[in-house]
């Protein structure tokens, strides 16, 4: 009988397993900006948990893939489909995809004069009738994750980004990827412009993001260097719009000895 039980659980566990629904998925899409086209045919694949690396050249639509998955309006998709969790959102709006739980950090983050820190973060969690239990203890979770980052508590006070150095930008980007928890992070160049100590403070909040394996995270860079320190699944070097390859740890060491060479001279 005990036997019986354990083999029961186990074929439901690989069952669970086989029929996991990725939490992204894009099929064959294409997609572009002002009738030019940038991105040619990108499938992939994001399970609950998993952490991908989007590396490539500069213009390599790295940045456009981000926007694409948000649902930036600037672009338009031609053909393909975007699923998440299994429900198509590609013809979604993206502050409907942002309810559903889609996150994207800024390589530039824009200021905002005329609502603070505080306050535009409370307001992004007050707006969605299931998460208003949060509120009751917003100020401590605030503190917590403001202390985690190595940002001065003064800076809620401030009006958004609004005379933020780049580096506190940056904080001020991932403070709000712990506060808002959403499913997917798409975290875009998030390293750049960071000197030494700002980096590691930044890695520690993806960090504590990627340990809620619930979570799912898309990280854009151009630089390896946040590869090597991070946990991550799997890299997708993109150029040209198009995955030239897919793998693990082995691509850092050919992008380190070769930069995108190798990539490049493949397409053509």
């Known amino acids: 009988m005990i036997i019986t039980d354990i083999g029961g659980l186990d074929l439901q566990y690989k069952l669970e ?16 900006l002002e009738k030019k086209e940038l991105l040619h045919g990108i499938s992939l694949n ?3 948990g998993e952490t991908h690396v989007l590396m490539g050249p500069n213009g390599a639509g790295k940045s456009t893939l981000g926007h694409i998955i948000m649902g930036n309006p600037s672009y338009e998709i031609t053909d393909g489909q975007i699923l998440f969790e299994g429900e198509d959102i590609t013809e979604l709006s993206s502050d409907k995809r942002a309810r559903k739980g889609i ?6 983050p824009i200021e905002v004069p005329g609502i603070t820190l505080s306050n535009f973060l409370r307001s992004v969690i007050e707006s969605d009738p299931d998460r208003h239990a949060e509120i009751l203890n917003f ?26 150095s780049g580096g506190e930008k940056k ?9 808002l928890n959403p499913k997917l992070a798409i975290l875009d160049e998030t390293d750049s412009g960071l000197d030494v100590d700002a980096m590691k403070t930044v890695l520690l909040g993806i960090k504590q993001f990627q340990d809620d394996k619930t979570h799912a ?4 860079t151009h630089n390896t260097k946040i590869a090597e320190i991070i946990h991550f699944d799997k890299i997708h070097v993109l150029v040209d719009g198009k995955i030239a390859k897919s793998g693990g740890p082995e691509i850092i060491d050919e992008i ?12 053509k």
Not at 17 to 32: D, E, H, R, W
Not at 217 to 220: G, H, L, T, V
């Open 17 to 32: 397993c086989t029929v996991m629904t990725n939490i992204l998925q894009l099929k064959n899409v294409y997609a572009g």
């Open 46 to 48: 994001i399970k609950p």
């Open 103 to 108: 996150f994207l950090s800024f390589q530039s």
């Open 139 to 164: 100020k401590d979770r605030l503190e917590e994750n403001m202390k985690l980052l190595k940002m001065d508590p003064k800076y809620a006070k401030r009006d958004l980004n609004v005379g933020f």
């Open 171 to 179: 904080k001020a980007e991932i403070l709000q990827l712990l506060m």
């Open 217 to 220: 995270m898309i990280i854009i």
């Open 256 to 267: 380190n000895n070769s930069g995108f060479e190798k990539y490049l001279a493949d397409k």
